[in-house]
């Protein structure tokens, strides 16, 4: 299979990741979106003390950053945001929605920045100019009357700064609700539900220092050069001082294989690149927690052999008995699990996982990172802890230089979960808003994103609030949440840009335009700043410097609480003071949340600062007071795989892409230029089904017992790609029409996403 085809779109790749690639396709996309000048200005400032934060990704920025972090797709964030483009009420009169519907994705979103607040009108079929304050007049008069306030859904896209956010569940914890669908729901749930169990805390245990001093870091699932482009300085740097860093991902993928670093001129020149992983595993879509008790299994006979010879044995014994409880009864299912099972789950042999379990019972200090390719399964949660047990084997959990390292999504998704967006609120928030307020919030738990779209779907939503997001469109079956949310009474949508999500229209539907993470935010004490937590728990402020993109934007503190007002009529919150400082909302967030003591002094500190984390000092915040070895039993993260499917498909992002955002059709790592309706498969795969680069297939998912259902994706242009057997690939968010809504994680909630079963037709 060497054909390559040019006017298809589909080449191998030569180059590295980064490099002068990324800072032509910088300049291009750029180009296209906005001045020159502004861009510099907003470039320079992005990711700097006095600046932004890059709404790109949740990596964290050093501390000694030299100018300013150059990153590829941070810099088309920024464009897409910064953007001369404006969607206006004269392009909303002239289209409606019915029209609108038929357009491209990429399209909807290129009109540009929206610019006035707009209501549909069904008349005429199109989105028409509202006053701000008739607006909210109307949707407070519908929210009053609703009887239930757990028909109301509030959804959060992780780009909302903490301020914005603490708002939102301030809003509708005191309307009466915990109903809150978010995009953690399709991301990092998993870690969140599954480490407090494991290690006493849902969140990642290493600060971006430690990278600085471990000998190895385990890539597992993630796709750094795409999606936290930033985090390749640091792979490059591990890799410079002698360390190793081993991939597991069943596709080949560009940025962790080569790197050449936009910001290294000498390497620029010389067109030399750090090579990066040293090793690289092609685990089987779903074969992960195969794969991890292999390496668990195999270091218990690297253990035995060890002390059998009088040497000193791999497993850190000490710190097990000290620290954590469950490790026989792990010990009993790895045991018993079988080898042959391990192989053909995981893809990988015996030998291979033998050496993955040699690099680190030889480390000292072992970072493990992982992303969607472990937590966007049946058994995420699960997967999740596996990890930390392998973590907890050697002790590499509250050590310098050790750690594990959920990579996260949305620039704030963590901090909108630290600052109370949960459908599971615990008592401590609970109380800590009683305290703060006044007000007894309720305690029944809420909705997340697979229970709101069943709500709506059923009818017995009747409002549902967007702060952001595309949640149809990131969801499986979008059909099913299209359907609800034509259903609704009143649907609000607070966003920078128009989406699909916009078009699928309720009785009563509002799209409001909001200021974004790069533009000034003025209210009446001044110009604002907001504040978001990064992957490692770093909090720290960002300010807008650009004009906002039209002078009727609001920010969305300031718009989340005049819809307050308007719902709650005898509200207890002050939320005109809150809005007018955000020193305010920040003190009142202090005061929910005590570990953001000091927060307004401790965000004038250069880099912000870290919120505590007990774990990372090996204090363990579980029911026993010590860290848990949790067993998986059985190793099909997917318990449709063991029927023996041959195919199993994943979806993944193209370098191209925020999300649901589309900046372009291209995948320049992986060969794919001006188009996205590919199938990847491994070479053997394609010839053992007669199938050759550009050929035409029907994707069809597979029922639990291997029949064919309605779910199918048609014409999919065939590209070969190095990956592991049995394993295929599309991109998200297409490919969600693939996924089923009743196939998630028991635990988490979270739809599997990248384990659908699937079968190829030919087309004619
Ligand atoms: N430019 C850009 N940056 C982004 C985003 C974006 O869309 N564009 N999205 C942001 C968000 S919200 C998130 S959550 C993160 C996502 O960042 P990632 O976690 O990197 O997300 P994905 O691209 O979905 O998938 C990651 C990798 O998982 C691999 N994979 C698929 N299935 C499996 C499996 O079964 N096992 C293993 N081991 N690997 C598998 C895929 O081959 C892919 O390389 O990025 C954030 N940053
Ligand atoms: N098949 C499949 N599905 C997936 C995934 C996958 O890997 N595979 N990944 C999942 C993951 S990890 C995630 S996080 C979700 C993402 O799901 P979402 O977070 O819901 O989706 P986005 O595409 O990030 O949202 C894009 C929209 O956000 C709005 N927006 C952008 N910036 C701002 C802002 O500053 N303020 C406001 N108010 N609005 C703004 C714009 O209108 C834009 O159209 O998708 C999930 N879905
Ligand atoms: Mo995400």
């Not at 870091?217 to 360390?243: D, Q, S, Y």
């Not at 790895?334 to 291979?352: F, N, Q």
């Not at 992303?371 to 973590?391: C, D, E, P, R, S």
């Not at 590499?396 to 109370?420: E, Y």
Request: hydrophobic fraction near 35%.
């Amino acid at each position: 299979m060497k054909e390559k085809n040019g006017a298809i779109g589909i080449a191998p790749y030569g180059g590295s990741a980064g490099g002068w690639g990324a800072l032509k396709a910088v300049a291009d996309a750029i180009r296209g979106q906005m001045a020159v000048k502004q861009d510099v200005i907003a470039l320079f400032r992005m990711n700097q003390p006095q600046g932004f934060d890059c709404p790109g990704c949740a990596w964290p920025d050093p501390l000694h950053t030299s100018s300013f972090e150059f990153c590829e797709n941070g810099a088309k964030a920024v464009s897409w945001e910064a953007t001369g483009k404006r969607a206006t009420p004269d392009f909303f009169a002239a289209h409606p929605v019915k029209e609108l519907w038929e357009r491209h994705d990429f399209d909807l979103e290129n009109e540009g920045r929206l610019t006035h607040p707009m209501k549909y009108d069904r008349d005429t079929d199109t989105y028409q100019v509202i006053e701000w304050d008739t607006a909210f007049q109307e949707i407070g008069a519908l929210m009053q009357g609703y009887d239930d306030p757990d028909s109301v859904e509030f959804y959060t896209s992780g780009r909302a700064s903490n301020e914005a956010a603490f708002l939102y569940q301030l809003f509708a914890r005191e309307y009466g609700t915990n109903n809150f669908p978010d995009c953690s729901n399709m991301c990092h749930e998993p870690t969140s539900v599954g480490l407090p169990v494991s290690i006493g805390v849902g969140k990642g245990t290493v600060e971006l220092e430690d990278f600085d001093h471990c000998d190895l870091v385990l890539c597992v699932g993630h796709n750094p050069g795409t999606n936290h482009p930033r985090m390749l300085g640091t792979l490059r740097e591990v890799a410079k001082r002698g360390g190793t860093i081993v991939a597991f991902n069943p596709l080949q993928e560009r940025g962790l294989e080569r790197f050449t670093s936009p910001q290294s001129p000498l390497e620029m020149l010389t067109l030399s690149s750090t090579r990066l992983s040293s090793t690289y595993y092609k685990v089987r879509v779903g074969g992960d927690a195969a794969m991890v008790k292999g390496i668990m299994k195999s270091l218990l006979s690297l253990h035995n052999e060890a002390l059998s010879k009088g040497e000193k044995g791999v497993i850190d014994e000490a710190f097990i008995a000290e620290h954590t409880q469950g490790f026989e009864e792990l010990k009993a299912d790895l045991e018993a699990t079988d080898w042959a099972d391990i192989e053909r789950v995981s893809g990988l042999s015996h030998k291979d996982i033998l050496h993955i379990a040699r690099l680190y019972a030889k480390a000292e200090r072992t970072i493990l990172c992982y992303g969607m390719g472990i937590t966007q399964h049946q058994y995420g949660t699960k997967n999740v802890q596996q990890l930390a047990n392998l973590m907890l084997m050697r002790g590499n959990i509250g050590k310098k230089g050790a750690g594990i390292c959920p990579l996260r999504g949305h620039s704030n998704v963590q901090g909108d979960r630290t600052v109370g967006i949960t459908e599971i609120p615990n008592q401590a928030l609970l109380d800590g808003i009683e305290r703060t307020f006044g007000f007894t919030p309720p305690t029944k738990h809420g909705h997340g994103a697979v229970a709101t779209i069943r709500a709506m779907h059923e009818g017995k939503a009747k409002a549902l609030f967007c702060l952001g997001g595309n949640l149809p469109v990131a969801m499986p079956e979008p059909e099913t949440c299209f359907e609800g949310m034509r259903k609704l009474d009143l649907a609000v949508h607070m966003a920078t840009k128009l989406n699909r999500s916009h078009l699928a229209v309720a009785k009563h539907t509002y799209l409001f335009p909001v200021i974004g993470r790069t533009e000034r935010d003025t209210q009446l004490s001044g110009d604002q700043s907001v504040t978001v937590e990064d992957s490692m728990s770093m909090v720290h402020a960002s300010r807008g410097s650009l004009e906002p993109a039209s002078p009727h934007l609001k920010s969305e503190p300031a718009l989340v609480a005049a819809l307050a007002k308007a719902s709650l009529p005898n509200t207890v919150v002050p939320w005109d003071k809150l809005v007018s400082d955000y020193h305010f909302i920040r003190d009142a967030i202090e005061s929910v949340f005590p570990a953001f003591k000091d927060f307004n002094k401790r965000i004038m500190n250069h880099g912000g600062f870290r919120l505590y984390n007990a774990a990372s000092e090996r204090k363990w915040n579980t029911p026993s007071g010590k860290a848990n070895f949790i067993v998986m039993h059985g190793i099909n993260e997917d318990p449709r795989s063991a029927q023996g499917h041959d195919l199993v498909l994943t979806t993944l992002r193209s370098h191209d892409q925020y999300n649901t955002t589309l900046y372009g059709m291209n995948d320049r790592y992986r060969g794919v230029t001006g188009r996205r309706d590919v199938l990847f498969i491994n070479a053997d795969e394609a010839e053992s089904r007669r199938l050759r680069v550009g050929d035409k297939v029907n994707v069809v998912a597979l029922a639990p017992d291997g029949t064919p259902t309605a779910r199918r994706m048609d014409n999919l242009t065939v590209v070969v790609h190095d990956m592991a057997p049995g394993s295929v690939a599309t991109y998200y968010p297409e490919g969600n029409v693939l996924v089923p809504l009743n196939s998630y994680d028991d635990e988490s909630g979270i739809p599997a996403y990248k384990n659908v079963p699937i079968a190829l037709e030919h087309c004619a």
